[in-house]
Every structure is written in structure tokens, then in C-alpha cells.
């Protein structure tokens, strides 16, 4: 064994044929074959297959390979679904990046992010997470427990009125709070101090009475008077301090600031009714308070703004805006800078606080199961040999490797998409994101910016031409939005051969497996109307998720399920999955080996082995080169230390 170690040790080392020797090597180790109950369809009955690898370095060349023959990557953990055994079948989908049209609702994406960097958009839209809605819904916050009481002791009738009255209340408490942050940023208010929250009030019908002409009045808060005297005592602080001059005479932007509340009390009007139009509302400022007016009638009013709180709209605020012509500019939102950097993929303390934002608040986790090594292992370990930029037009400016895509808005990090960029590609693994930005849609956002990215890096490397998104999983309701990126296609899972995905839809819409390329050729598109005689029903019951949580979850890959190991040897259904005379045709003779620190061919070794050990290699071998392929299996190192 030792003089074929030294013997074929300088043979072996060339196997990679006309790879660059400057993209490392890949050596791999066996998992086996585990079976698990499915993470798509939620149910303990229905299983996934899949086969798992170990990959203690891989290079590009050789992931680009796994990923066109249904591959994918959690970490260093590949793994690949048995499709014909599992029962959502989940088959790799990508984009040619300079074919893509975006459709009319991406459009609309990236056009509300560019109101929103101009400063036409709302600053600070109430979160449209299900925990804020329900938490609502159920006036749960400590401030409404009083209010809370007197309802359920009320009739039902009263209590869903009063409800919807108290969530309306506190939709325009959170605008006013807007307001104010928008004055704040604009340099309209100190942004140095720490200015009160706002409370609305409804108005009774005695008060109403005693105010001529208030018919209309709804709401009123009289936060105006609550900021002016804080800013007052802050004055004042300064000035026994000696700080410095009065607020009273410059503002940080240089501006006067009147510290009435009449004056507060306008431009707040001012910046809410800059935030939108409130349909049927009116928002004045009388006498330092904000009033709320209507002239319609105020049950509609109420239901239709819960209503629209609920779907993350904002209700609309119509009427005059005598009073902002002038103050128009004053009020306006400064513009926002967004900057994408490209860094290698590596741990980061502000990336890691995103993401378990994002875990606990947009999924649900539990907080105690959000943990750092999860995501070390989930999101920043990564086996793939990073390859430098060149100058000849192989490799883009950022190189090849696992990287993270950070957004940040004027300097404030608010999403993370984690990829891989290989010669062909840019895979798309995961994306995370401020949950207080979900009105932004980032997902979508960011995988146009990602199509976006692989269409202007074509000009530094040719070869990079795709858009990889990942699985899609078509009975699965949570999958559907990567088939809107279009024109997209789907892989074969038997032949690997990409199919047009409007060819694979309709086969998919009757069977969850099917092999693709059976109803293509791509010499002549030919669409087959029928399948074969043994077709079975859809599962039409898998991954009937609320549809709300489609826009919410807009993730560009799900979570991979959990893979629990599963021997492979003591699984009945594969004992005799590998016959002698498929041996014979394996061509295992040639996979190379990784052993005692060199790398062999199983030719070379299988002379030492003792028949029963020789046996179970070749039953491993067998299945390995099925997986990935003759001559993958000729170059990459299969690990048996």
C-alpha cells in the first residue's frame, strides 16, 4: 500500500486536466443518503430524500458543475433531492440575465424605492409583520390595557366598534410620530433631543357643542405643546449650562425655529399632509393642535382606514393644502443614498443583529433558537476556494467566491443577500432584511439588483451569464415568485437539460415529478399535451400558506429543511440499489481517492482491500459517481479520512 501511495502520488495530482491550477481542489466526503420529513409541505407523513456531501474545499469550476446537475450548498453541507422519492420535488431554476423583463408589479418595486430614496415616500411606515397587526387587533400594548378592560365588559357590537376606533387612533399616532421624525431629519426640530410621542384623542359629541362649526371634528392630539415645551426646558438647559447660543434663534441647519406650538403645530399639519392623501380627511392645525376633520361619514371612514392599516396601506388624507404651498420645500424629506458593497463572505456583528431581527420578527423563530453559530454554519461558512480578480476576462472584478451583497441606506445596513458567483452565475442563497422595511419590498428589490449585477459584470467575464435563484418547488405557494422573473427555466432532474419554464408549468400543474426533458428538444420546441399512462395526482394539499405571507416572505431562498442523518446502508430501499452488473458499467475505476494525505485512483487501491471492505467502497462509489458525474468524480477528491 505504501509504494503505491509513493508511486501514484505525482499521477493523481494532475487528474484535474485543463483546470486552472491556480482554483484549488476539491475534496469531498460522503454523507450517505438521509431521509427526513419534507420542510415544505409541514407534514411528519410526507418525507424528503435527499444525498449529502461534506465539502472541506471545493472550487467554483466544480459547484457550477454540482449546481447544473440539481446541487445546492447549506454552508459546507451539498446536498441533492432524490426527486423521484421526495414529495416536493424541488428542481433548480435560473434566468439568462440579459433576457430578463421585468414585469409590471417589479417595476412598480423599483419605482417605490425610488420615491422612497427621493424622500416622497413615507419615512417610517408602521411594520406590516402579523406580530404589530395582531398586537393591534387585540390593543395588547400597555398604553390601551384601561381601554382594553372597559371594551370586553361592553356589548359585542360595541366592542368591535370601539376596536377599530382604537386601532384607527393608533394609526394616526404612528403618522404623527412620522411627522415629526420627518421635521426632525429635515432639520425642522433638534435631532439632538429626545421629542415626546404622540397621543391622539377622539373628540366627544359634548365638545363638539361647545366648539362652533367642529361637526366634522373626529380626532385631535396636542403633541404641538408637549414638543415646544421641550424644547423650551432643553433652552433653558443650555443656557445655564453656557452651552452655547439658543435654539430659540438658529436651528442646526441654520433656520429660525419659532417654539410656539401654533408654529409646531402647522408644520406637523404640514408634513402629514405631505405623507399622503387621506381619503375623505382633513388634518388642520388650530390653535397648536392637530385636528382631524371629516366630511363623510365616519363609520366608513374608521373601517375603511383598520381596513387599510391591516394590508399595509396607508389611508389617504385628502383636502385642502392651502396652508403647505409655501412650506412645500421646508417640509420635504431630505434624499436618501443607498450604496451596494460586495464583500467575501465572512462574520459580522451588524449583519448577525439584522438577521435575527429578521429571523424572530419576519418567520417567527424563537429567539433562543437564533443563534450564532447557526448562522456561522447557515450563512457564513462556505467550502468554496475563493479565486482572485484577473485581467484577462475570466474573472469579474470581486473574483469568484461565496460573498455577501449589504445594502445600506445612508449608511444604515438594511439588507444582507448572501451569494456565490462562479463562472456561469451569480447563485442566489439567502436574503435578509430590516423588518421595519417590508413596505419596500427588498426581496424583489434586491434580486433584480442581483440580475442587474450579473448583466453589467458580463463585460469583465463573458462566461457569466445566469441568474440562479435557487430551488422552485411548484406546489409549494411560498416558491412561486422566482417563476416571475422571466424568461426562466427549469432543470431536467434526470438528463440536466434546462427546459423554458412555460414548457415545465403545465407538466408540473399534473405531476410533481416529471422528467422535463421527455417534452423538449430544443432542435425543435416540441410540447407534449399528455402524460404517461402511470401519472399521479398533484399533492394538491402541499404549502397552503396563508397568501398575505407571499409579499411579507419575500426571501430569495427559503430555508433548507433540516437534513437529520439517516443511514444509508441500513435503508431497505437502497440495500439493493446497486447490482454487479452496474458495477461493471460504473466506471469507478478512476474516482479519486483521498487517502493517508494523497490521492490515489480506486484502481490503485482497491488491490488492499480485504473483499468485504472493497464491496462497501464500491457500493459508495457507485452512488457517488451517479451523483456527480464521471468526470467530476475523476478530479475531486473523495475523502476517506
Known amino acids: 500500500m505504501a509504494t503505491n501511495i509513493r508511486n501514484n502520488k505525482a499521477s493523481s495530482s494532475g487528474s484535474g486536466g485543463s483546470r486552472s491550477s491556480n482554483r484549488g481542489e476539491s475534496v469531498v466526503e460522503d454523507f450517505g443518503r438521509r431521509r427526513t420529513s419534507c420542510g415544505y409541505c409541514k407534514s411528519g407523513e410526507r418525507t424528503s430524500v435527499s444525498h449529502g456531501l461534506w465539502a472541506h474545499s471545493i472550487t467554483v469550476d466544480d ?6 446537475q440539481g446541487w445546492r450548498r447549506s454552508g459546507c453541507f451539498l446536498y441533492k433531492h ?9 428542481y433548480t431554476i435560473r434566468l439568462k440575465a440579459g433576457n430578463f423583463v421585468p414585469s409590471k408589479e417589479q417595476l ?13 415616500l413615507d419615512v417610517k411606515r408602521p411594520v406590516l409583520t402579523e406580530e404589530q397587526n395582531t398586537a393591534k387587533a387585540s390593543c395588547s400594548l ?16 360595541n366592542y368591535k366598534e370601539n376596536d377599530k376606533e382604537e386601532q384607527y387612533m393608533q394609526f394616526l399616532t404612528n403618522q404623527i410620530d412620522n411627522s415629526v421624525y420627518a421635521c426632525t431629519a429635515s432639520g425642522e426640530f433638534p435631532s439632538d433631543i429626545q421629542l415626546p410621542k404622540a397621543s391622539v384623542k377622539k373628540v366627544t359629541r359634548a365638545k363638539m357643542k361647545l366648539i362652533e362649526g367642529s361637526e366634522d371634528l373626529l380626532y385631535t392630539s396636542n403633541i404641538s405643546f408637549q414638543i415646544a415645551a421641550t424644547l423650551r426646558r432643553s433652552i433653558s438647559a443650555e443656557k445655564d449650562n453656557e452651552l452655547g447660543p439658543s435654539r430659540n434663534s438658529k436651528s442646526q441647519n441654520g433656520c429660525s425655529v419659532d417654539l410656539s406650538p401654533k408654529t409646531i403645530a402647522e408644520k406637523l399639519a404640514c408634513s402629514l399632509n405631505q405623507l399622503g392623501e387621506f381619503s375623505g380627511l382633513l388634518i388642520r392645525a388650530c390653535n397648536g393642535h392637530l385636528n382631524v376633520y371629516s366630511g363623510t361619514r365616519k363609520a366608513s371612514l374608521v373601517e375603511r382606514a383598520v381596513m387599510d392599516t391591516a394590508i399595509g396601506q396607508s389611508p389617504k388624507v385628502s383636502g385642502s393644502k392651502h396652508s403647505c404651498t409655501e412650506k412645500k420645500r421646508e417640509c420635504s424629506q431630505p434624499r436618501r443614498k443607498l450604496e451596494i458593497r460586495m464583500k467575501k463572505s465572512s462574520f459580522d456583528p451588524e449583519e448577525y443583529a439584522l438577521y435575527r431581527r429578521y429571523q424572530i420578527k419576519v418567520h417567527k423563530d424563537s429567539p433562543d433558537k437564533v443563534m450564532e453559530s447557526s448562522y456561522r454554519r447557515f450563512l457564513v461558512d462556505t467550502p468554496l476556494v475563493f479565486v482572485p480578480p484577473s485581467g484577462d476576462g475570466t474573472v469579474p472584478p470581486c ?9 445600506l441606506i445612508d449608511g444604515h445596513l438594511v439588507a444582507v443577500g448572501v451569494v456565490d458567483i462562479l463562472p456561469r452565475c451569480l447563485s442566489s442563497k439567502y436574503l435578509f432584511w430590516d423588518p421595519d422595511l417590508a413596505f419596500l419590498s427588498l426581496g424583489k428589490y434586491s434580486a433584480m439588483q442581483e440580475i442587474g449585477w450579473v448583466k453589467e459584470n458580463q463585460v469583465h467575464c463573458p462566461s457569466l451569464q445566469y441568474y440562479y435563484l435557487g430551488y422552485y418547488i411548484h406546489s409549494c405557494s411560498k416558491m412561486r415568485y422566482k417563476a416571475a422573473y422571466c424568461p ?6 434526470l438528463r440536466y437539460q434546462w427546459v423554458p419554464f412555460d414548457i415545465a408549468s403545465p407538466l408540473l400543474d399534473k405531476r410533481p ?8 428538444t430544443t432542435q425543435n420546441i416540441e410540447f407534449q399535451h399528455h402524460l404517461p399512462e402511470n401519472s399521479v395526482e398533484p399533492h394538491s394539499d402541499l404549502c397552503q400558506e396563508d397568501q398575505s405571507d407571499i409579499g411579507r416572505n419575500e426571501d430569495v431562498e427559503m430555508a433548507e429543511p433540516a437534513l437529520v442523518a439517516s443511514d444509508d446502508d441500513s435503508d431497505p430501499e437502497t440495500s439493493d440499489l446497486t447490482s454487479d452488473d452496474e458495477l461493471e458499467d460504473a466506471e469507478i475505476s478512476n474516482v479519486l481517492i483521498g487517502l493517508k494525505g494523497s490521492h490515489l485512483r480506486f484502481k490503485d487501491v482497491q488491490r488492499e482491500l480485504v ?16 451523483l456527480v458525474g464521471p468526470s467530476r468524480s475523476e478530479c475531486m477528491v473523495y475523502s476517506l479520512e
Open 63 to 68: 459547484y457550477q458543475g454540482l449546481l447544473d
Open 82 to 90: 432524490e426527486m423521484e422519492r421526495t414529495c416536493c420535488p424541488p
Open 108 to 120: 412598480r418595486v423599483s419605482s417605490r424605492m425610488q420615491r422612497f430614496m427621493d424622500g416622497k
Open 142 to 157: 400597555g398604553s390601551n390595557e384601561a381601554s382594553r378592560s372597559m371594551t370586553k365588559a361592553s356589548s359585542a357590537g
Open 399 to 407: 473574483g469568484f467566491g461565496s460573498f455577501h451583497q449589504q445594502y
Open 488 to 493: 426562466s427555466e427549469l432543470l431536467c432532474p
Open 513 to 520: 415529478y416529471v422528467v422535463l426533458s421527455d417534452f423538449f
Open 611 to 626: 473483499p468485504a471492505e472493497r464491496r462497501s467502497l464500491e457500493l459508495k462509489l457507485y452512488r457517488y459517481v451517479k
